[in-house]
């Protein structure tokens, strides 16, 4: 070319969650039958949408404004039905003009980084969601900067680390939470959110708060959003109904916005956030039109109850199986859908293996356990020889730890028990080759 055409970030857009699955295609077409605990899309595992949610839908469906643009906010009424959901709740209160909707999280997560200053950064977890920490260190050119969870404290963000990367990197200018989290199915509580809002508050920052999970709980714990002790703070939550109906397909997010005029710099980031909306028009019609309809039924929240028991339960039975597991480290999850298993330092080494009776899955395979990532090549070996598919933490995650993340979504219990087990043979199997 002329001239590099080449974005400085380029290399850091790596979404090694969906990636594995083209390597999965290949050893499906070998031969060997894939369980696929890689993507938390409930549908595509199994999950029946309730006929009531169809109904709706099929209703909506018929109205013919559900077929035209909308708003570039969002509908206005969509945009009241959350304002006035999220108000009673307590603590931030927002109007409706605080509420910006996007083609799903991912669109606006894009966003989000995309129309930061080039120099401002936003610090994020470790075990990280690899939508944000490949978006905001692309947004950068280079790589993301990350606090510690500590997986020997219940996977709950190290605030001293916090503090220590803040205050050793001034161009932070904002922090990210997950809550619940993506991979390791914690939850912030609301305490620990206080005090990452009082650190935003000392160093003069902005706190994001994904909650696209944030109906996603169970197990006792009690899940409280950014809102309820933002304070003064500027902040930005994201919601979504993919994982919540569920209907990923929908692609409809949105983001709620925290005290724009309390900061004048927040203020002006947050309008270009808006104008670059307008430049698209607006975001999907007809799921926006079903969000409230869904949203206030009766049916709804004893819906997800019964969803969340369902978590529950897979997550007490992944724990049971694995915590008798000598070199690994994994906790309950307590909401959205997954788990992490952790291999302790020095479990894994160079040259374990596990056997492949599937020559052709092995030689698709050799040249990808080549890694430096040793969680990686434990996961691939495990694809090709058990045809089980989870996402190694360390490429996956941008974690300096080695692990990966299982999803809770399988609705066969029993299957689940199966899969778990595979995978826990499959570990000793490799660590004592």
Known sequence: MRNNIVHAGADELVYEIREIVEVGKKIEEAGVKISWENIGDPVA????????IKDIVIETVKEDSSYGYSPTKGLLDTRKYIAYERNIEGGAQINADDI???????????????????SARVIGPNPAYSTHSSAEAAHAGAPHITYKLDPKNNWYPDLKDMREKIEKHPEIS????????????MVYPQEVIKQVVDIAKEFNL???????YSNIFYGGVEHKKLASVIGDVPGIAMRGISKEFPWPGS?????????????EQFRKYT??????????VCSTTLPQKVLPKVMGDSRYYPYLKERNEKYWQKSQIAYEIFSKVSGLTVHKAYGAFYMTILFDEGVLKDG???????????????????????????????LASRGICVVPLSSGFNSD?????ITLLEPDVEKFKNIMGEIVSAIKEYINS
């Open 251 to 263: 692609r409809c997010g949105w983001i709620e916005f925290y005290n724009r005029d309390r900061d």
């Open 100 to 118: 910006l909707f996007f083609n799903g999280l991912g669109d606006a997560i894009s966003k989000v980084y995309t129309y930061l200053n080039r």
């Open 352 to 382: 374990q293996k596990l056997s492949i009776s599937n020559a052709k899955a092995q030689k698709i395979v050799e040249p990808l356990v080549e890694t430096k990532n040793l969680d990686k090549r434990f996961v691939y070996y495990l």
């Open 206 to 212: 902005f706190v994001i708060s994904d909650e696209i």
């Open 45 to 52: 595992k199994g999950e029946k949408i309730p006929e009531w």
């Open 174 to 185: 904002g922090i990210l939470i997950i809550n619940p989290d993506n991979p390791t199915g």
């Open 401 to 405: 730890l080695y692990g990966f993340r």
């Open 271 to 280: 309008k270009s956030l808006i104008d670059a909306k307008m430049l698209e």
